[in-house]
């Protein structure tokens, strides 16, 4: 059984999922959105066990036109980065279009 909870604006989402189907959350996912001074969007998802402790977390940050990605990643559960993923993608005069990625093992 899985129960979705979405805020009214949309910016914020809950999910627990019921695995067993008993009543018991094996896992919660919380899902933020934020919109900078800027117009940038940085979307945080933290995923959590069953028993409240941390199971890991992306922040995922999108600038205001759109060009910029940057994901940051903890795939340990220890609350820090362990990789992130940046791209740009530059316009040309000419309207061609060249994407740069950088990849990181923090």
């Known amino acids: 059984?899985?129960?979705?909870?979405?805020?009214?604006?949309?910016?914020?989402?809950?999910?627990?999922?019921d695995r067993a189907g008993n009543g018991s959350v094996a896992e919660k996912e919380v899902s933020v959105t934020?919109?900078?001074?800027?117009?940038?969007?940085?979307?945080?998802?933290?995923?959590?066990?069953?028993?409240?402790?941390?199971?890991?977390?992306?922040?995922?940050?999108?600038?205001?036109?759109?060009?910029?990605?940057?994901?940051?990643?903890?795939?340990?559960s220890d609350g820090l980065a362990d990789r992130t993923t940046s791209s740009v993608t530059v316009v040309a005069g000419d309207g061609s279009l060249s994407v740069l990625v950088a990849k990181r093992l923090l």
């Open 1 to 17: 059984r899985v129960v979705t909870v979405t805020s009214a604006d949309g910016r914020s989402e809950v999910i627990e999922y």
């Open 34 to 76: 934020a919109t900078g001074a800027d117009g940038s969007a940085t979307n945080t998802v933290t995923s959590y066990n069953g028993d409240g402790s941390l199971r890991g977390k992306t922040i995922a940050t999108t600038s205001a036109d759109g060009l910029a990605h940057t994901l940051a990643e903890d795939l340990d």
